[in-house]
């Protein structure tokens, strides 16, 4: 139930209660449960545990439907709808999300820069003093537990629990799969191991470790920790990320336990999000080893499983520029039981990644069309994502290289934007 209260110079809104699907709309939506100040300038929305996530705008300046919403790991990202037009066609949502931080987009669109997204953010400054300075004993019961967990989360306090959670996962989460798309990128990251099995040459992301697998009373803990460190707003979450960069290498008892451990630790069932979803990544090698005794089990978890397998390339002379150590016939395995898979259980979806770069070949175009090409009919489940290289300035060609690519493949194509945790 929504409870107005006026607090002097703004409006209070309790116990919102937003959307509870994931879905695909072309208007602002708002997921979960949260809570609301409203001023003439400004509309802020809280979690459950009383952190900013949503920060918009209500003056001329500020462009409809557009806002700013703040990451677990203390990041802003802007979502826009109308810098490109066709955006659903690039990257599957019908919102651009543009990153704080260097990123791999190949839109040359930057809202950080503008003046009244500066001015919202430093907003959030006088509205935290606002608040501290407010009389509590002329407020009801739950506006003042409300306004009393507004003032524990200042600006410092954020960066600080930003840093206590990639404390308990051991370090930033470098990025998300594309999947995670589909949920907001509203994910629980638990690493259930670390490091990766290549260490490609091209990678940007990669933390440089040899791949260890995480023992069970490191991934229990972990999970405990994670249950308080997301406290009240827990029900607002019903995904999970295992990472770190290849959790498939990890095996089936490990992958099934950790995925098990974190439902029912988390309580992931009282969710008020419909359903629940797995997410991580996994490479040629991990995936081609992968018998099907791992995916039946993982077919029964009750979660809807997303798998990203890592590909870039099915042109040899690309990969070993790369400095990949696959070959080419093994890409071309991987693709083809990516689809075997995805027809044969129900609550699986694995997605590929490829590169694209204005320095790449053309050869590496026509081999990821050619492998696409070999199915015999366009299949809707699972999806072809496009990684733009890093610092990658040549924005008008890789557009129109992607929409050739995305004009022949027979599964759904998009771009891969990198987001952290």
């Known amino acids: 139930m929504i409870q107005l209260k006026k607090l002097n110079d703004f409006d209070v809104r309790l116990n919102i209660i937003g959307a509870k699907k994931y879905g695909k709309v072309s208007y602002p939506v708002r997921y979960g449960a ?18 900013i996530k949503y920060l918009q705008g209500k003056n001329k300046k ?55 997204v500066k001015e919202a953010i430093d907003s959030l400054s006088d509205l935290f003093y606002t608040i501290k300075l407010k009389k509590l004993s002329t407020l009801s019961n739950e506006s003042r537990g409300f ?15 930003s840093k206590r959670l990639h404390k308990i996962i051991g370090g930033r989460v470098t990025v998300l799969p594309p999947d995670t798309r589909h949920v907001d990128y509203d ?7 670390r490091g990766c099995i290549y260490n490609c040459g091209f990678c940007m992301i990669k933390s440089g470790n040899r791949f260890t697998a995480l023992s069970s009373n490191e991934i229990t803990d972990q999970i405990g920790n994670l249950k308080e460190f997301y406290g009240n707003d827990l029900i607002n979450y019903n995904s999970v990320f295992l990472g770190e960069h290849d959790a498939l290498f990890a095996g089936r008892d490990v992958l099934t336990f950790s995925a098990m451990s974190t439902f029912e630790i988390l309580g992931l069932k009282n969710s008020l999000m419909y359903g629940s979803n797995l997410f991580f990544f996994g490479s040629v090698n991990s995936f081609l080893g992968s018998a099907d005794s791992l995916f039946k089990e993982l077919n029964k978890l009750p979660f809807y499983t997303y798998i990203n397998i890592g590909l870039e390339s099915a042109h040899p002379d690309t990969l070993k520029r790369l400095g990949k150590s696959v070959d080419a016939k093994s890409v071309e395995e991987s693709f083809q039981k990516m689809i075997s898979v995805n027809k ?43 990684s733009p290289l890093q610092n990658e300035r040549s924005v008008v060609e890789l557009q129109m290289k992607f929409k050739k690519i995305k004009n022949c493949v027979r599964i759904p194509a998009y771009l891969y934007l990198i987001q952290r945790l």
């Open 187 to 193: 994910v629980i990251p638990v690493n259930i191991s």
């Open 147 to 161: 306004i009393r967990l507004i003032r524990k989360n200042s600006h410092s306090a954020l960066e600080s629990r």
């Open 34 to 51: 949260y809570s609301e100040i409203e001023t003439d300038d400004h509309l802020y929305q809280f979690n459950l545990n009383g952190e």
């Open 62 to 116: 500020w462009p409809a439907d557009e806002w700013l919403k703040r990451t677990a790991g203390n990041d802003w990202i802007y979502y826009t709808p109308g810098i490109y037009t066709g955006i659903e066609s690039f990257i599957g949502e019908y919102y651009l999300p543009c990153f704080s931080y260097e990123s791999n987009s190949i839109f040359a669109y930057d809202p950080f820069e503008n003046n009244y």
């Open 344 to 386: 044969k259980y129900e609550n699986i979806e694995v997605t590929s990644n490829f590169l694209i770069g204005s320095s790449m070949p053309e050869e590496h175009y026509d081999s990821i069309l050619k492998l696409s090409l070999k199915n015999d009919s366009f299949y809707s489940k699972g999806a072809l994502y496009l």
